[in-house]
């Protein structure tokens, strides 16, 4: 498998305050990028997406920024409530031979809200 | 919209038995489907895509034989684990994949399945 099997970092964000994740990921040929929530023993969900010629994307309380130059996109949660607890995976999608489309996941980040 | 089934959600076989699990889009007709594993604490490992009416793509390291993949249908693909070991338990996620317009451009979407815990004893 191409993702990592790296044990999960944590960020710990008190309620309320922003939320900050990051991700680096690996092929410069991705065009287009995922963002999921992934809460315990279920699958991911999607959050936010955003295409390789954008550099910032928003939604209800998030935005994915992107920047290319160092293959590194950063998914930022305003006002981080209880719920917002999970894991978040980013998600790189490029083409391969056959017209295929193919998804392959970031480590990954816990993120803990201190209530 | 846009729902996948997995089932089962929990599985538990003896060592040496086989296990399938199935992927269904409910609502969509999915020509492509993504097979991944996840270990604890761990982020999701692509094992295979799915192209129904062709042979799997597995990702390197993946032992054909042993997770055998068939996509029969637009909308059902099966991963069998076969002569399943300890070794082989793991949480099992399903992606299909979908046809969106997002941004002004046709993309993909992808929904995944509520996962398969596997228990080999």
């Known amino acids: 498998g191409e993702s990592v099997g790296l044990h999960l970092p944590t960020l710990s964000v008190q309620e309320g305050d922003n939320s900050i994740i990051n991700c680096a990921y690996s092929n410069s040929a991705s065009d287009y990028f995922i963002w999921y929530k992934q809460e315990s023993g279920k699958g991911p969900q999607f959050i936010i997406d955003?295409?390789?010629?954008?550099d910032k994307r928003q939604g209800q309380r998030v935005t994915v920024l992107l920047n290319k130059t160092v293959k590194h996109l950063s998914l930022q949660i305003a006002a981080t409530q209880p719920g917002d607890s999970a894991v978040y995976f980013c998600a790189e999608n490029r083409r391969i031979s056959g017209g295929y489309q193919k998804v392959t996941f970031g480590t990954g980040t816990k993120l803990q809200v201190i209530p | 919209g846009a729902v996948v089934s997995q089932h089962p959600s929990r599985v538990i076989c003896k060592s040496g038995t086989s296990v399938k699990i199935e992927c269904r889009s409910l609502?969509?007709?999915?020509?492509?489907m993504f097979w991944y594993r996840q270990f604890p604490k761990q982020s999701l490992m692509l094992m295979a895509t799915s192209n129904e009416g062709s042979k799997a793509t597995y990702e390197q390291g993946v032992e054909k034989d042993k997770f055998l993949i068939n996509h029969a249908s637009l909308t059902l693909s099966t991963l069998t684990v076969t002569s399943a070991h300890p070794e082989d338990s793991s949480f099992y996620i399903c992606?299909?994949?979908?046809?969106?317009?997002?941004?002004?451009?046709?993309?993909?979407?992808?929904?995944f399945g509520s996962g398969t815990r596997l228990t080999v004893v």
């Open positions: 609502d969509f007709q999915a020509t492509t």
């Open positions: 955003i295409r390789s010629n954008m």
């Open positions: 992606s299909a994949q979908r046809p969106i317009v997002s941004q002004g451009r046709q993309l993909y979407g992808y929904t």
